[in-house]
């Protein structure tokens, strides 16, 4: 049975005064999943964000979730979203943000707000604009995650934390979602945190998306292929599909495949290797062969 | 909780002009005994457009009723509450430096028309209670001085000018949803209602929307300049449609 996709973008194009931020960006997040959406700064993931929430519009392709239309309101009462910048109003007190965001959300959960004011250590009547970065990224994460929403869209949740900070908000994240049925797509260029919480990733370069898919099946696929040869590594083309890098330096050729590692290997010991070994790799190595280095 | 949001917006920029508008109101009454005493020293043989000024606005104020149009609804009141008009116009949706959460405003289930009609109802609410609440202190008040002057005439004038400057209010809201900072929406309708002020200053002008918001006509013949009124409610209704276009299609 396919699986139900609570975010789902086809061929989406964004441009700005002629930039293009997305260039047929396609993707589709499983409902209940944690969903990394990994890319380097200005790789097109806060537009992707703004565009999912009806902030901003498509200049072509389709964008749905929950299968509506991206500028149904209905959207955003049943999403919980905290923004990269973490913007609040600044001239309201941690109590008055929250009395003003409640109404709007019909199943706001009091019980996790009063839980939350708690384990956050929330200054109830301190105006916004004199919080810290980390207590403001723990208000707005308060505010999302007491929606009582089916989806959370978080967009670099962690960005300008001190590390301990940050892993108390990934933590408490992963906690909320054990608890509640909720689907989390966060964006991020943390490679460490989305391979620490998401079950699934995307990693997106240029506003396309490159690699998509469960995190455990991109470790599967993808491996690394290391030859030693006795002379220097041969000039060499695999007609084996799944190769995304090759890279020789001396003696070694560094093969990097997304599958089909069984057939890139038969290949290449028709070249006579001293030696194939075939590792694992990281899901920073994944990133850093993806969207970078030329060769 | 869009209109507490609203109000808390803008609630300094109001208040600071209530309570202005009332000190200068009160001034207006508790100054004419002054004012009275002084009127035999005007100099009558100034020449020029200055002296033509100085001797009307002593004739004027001969008479109760001249003095208060001539010094509150000609000149204190129009000059304070239109710079509160663009004050309060200034902002919203886009003015990060008004106090953020753009975007965590959008992320709300609401639709941006919802979210600037709160807006602009809550600043013609607080425009409506700065011009009609001073103006009409001044009725209540002249008696302590042993003057008269008419509710009917304070709230006629008052609405005079609540009409007619709401186009400076509406225009502030439109440049509000074209620039990302509060500065040159400010800056800009203040520049145009200061222009379009010194043009209808010059002698030859007998038409504008200060010439309404003055309500000259009413106080010279008891007659409401309908077509001026009709004029600046259409005007500002178009410019209020354009934030509300430009607010509707813009990307975040």
């Known amino acids: 049975m396919a699986e139900s996709l609570i975010i789902e973008t086809t061929d989406l194009h964004k441009s700005y005064d002629g930039v293009e931020a997305l260039r047929g960006l396609t993707l589709g997040v499983p409902t209940g999943s944690i969903y990394g ?3 380097r700064n200005g ?46 109003y600044d001239f ?25 004011l708690r384990k956050f250590e929330l200054p109830s009547n301190r105006k916004i604009k004199a919080l810290s970065r980390g207590t403001r990224t723990k208000l707005a994460l308060l505010l999302a995650l007491c929606r009582g929403a089916e989806l959370l869209i978080l967009d670099e949740p962690t960005s300008g934390l001190d590390p301990a900070m940050a892993e108390e908000v990934l933590q408490a994240l992963v906690a909320h979602v054990a608890g509640e049925e909720t689907t989390v797509f966060f964006s991020s260029h943390q490679i460490a ?3 620490q919480i998401a079950d699934h990733v995307a990693i997106i370069d240029r506003g396309c998306a490159v690699v998509t898919g469960a995190l455990d099946d991109l470790r599967e696929r993808y491996q690394r292929i290391q030859l030693v040869f006795d002379v220097d590594a041969p000039q060499a083309g695999f007609r084996a599909p799944g190769v995304v890098r090759l890279r020789r330096k001396g003696r070694m050729l560094t093969i990097m495949s997304s599958g089909g590692t069984e057939e890139i290997v038969e290949e290449a010991s028709a070249m006579h290797p001293l030696s194939v070994e075939v590792v694992p790799v990281t899901l920073k190595e994944i990133f850093l062969e993806t969207v970078t280095g030329e060769e | 909780m869009l209109w507490y949001k609203s109000w808390l917006e803008t609630r300094w920029r109001f ?10 109101a009160l001034s207006t009454v508790f100054t004419y005994p002054q004012v009275l005493k002084l009127l035999p020293m005007v100099p009558q043989h100034i020449n020029g457009e200055i002296g033509r000024r100085i001797r009307e606005a002593a004739e004027l104020a001969r008479d109760f009723r001249g003095y208060v149009w001539s010094d509150w609804f000609r000149q204190n009141l129009p000059e304070k509450w239109t710079l509160f008009a663009v004050l309060i116009g200034t902002g919203g949706l886009l003015a990060h430096s008004s106090g ?12 941006r028309k919802r979210l600037l ?48 400057g709401s186009v400076f209010f509406s225009l502030a809201a439109l440049l509000s949803t074209m620039f990302n900072d509060i500065w040159r929406p400010l800056l800009i309708a203040l520049g145009v209602a200061i222009a379009v002020s010194l043009v209808e200053q010059a002698p030859q002008v007998s038409y504008g929307i ?43």
């Open chain 2, 15 to 24: 208040l600071i002009g209530l309570v202005l508008l009332i000190f200068s």
């Open chain 1, 37 to 39: 959406f990994l890319g």
């Open chain 2, 117 to 164: 009609g709160v807006r602009t109802a809550t600043g013609f609410i607080e425009l409506f209670v700065l011009a009609f609440v001073p103006s009409l202190l001044i009725p209540l008040f002249s008696p302590a001085i042993g003057q008269h002057y008419g509710v009917g005439s304070a709230v006629i004038q008052s609405a005079c000018l609540f009409i007619a």
């Open chain 2, 100 to 111: 953020g959460g753009t975007l965590f405003t959008l992320s709300l289930p609401v639709s």
């Open chain 2, 210 to 252: 200060f010439h309404v918001m003055h309500g000259e006509s009413y106080f010279r013949h008891g007659a409401l300049p309908w077509l001026g009124l009709l004029a600046s409610a259409v005007l500002s209704v178009a410019l209020q449609y354009g934030a509300m276009v430009n607010i509707a299609r813009r990307d975040f």
């Open chain 1, 193 to 195: 945190e989305v391979d």
């Open chain 1, 43 to 88: 790789a097109g993931k806060t537009t992707t964000i703004k565009v999912l929430l009806g902030m901003a519009r498509p200049s072509s392709g389709q964008a749905r979730v929950f299968g509506l239309d991206v500028d149904n309101p209905e959207i955003r009462r049943r999403t919980g979203f905290v923004s990269e910048e973490k913007d609040l």
């Open chain 1, 92 to 116: 309201m007190t941690v109590d008055e943000m929250i009395r003003f965001t409640a109404p709007f959300f019909p199943r706001w959960r009091a019980d996790l707000e009063q839980r939350y």
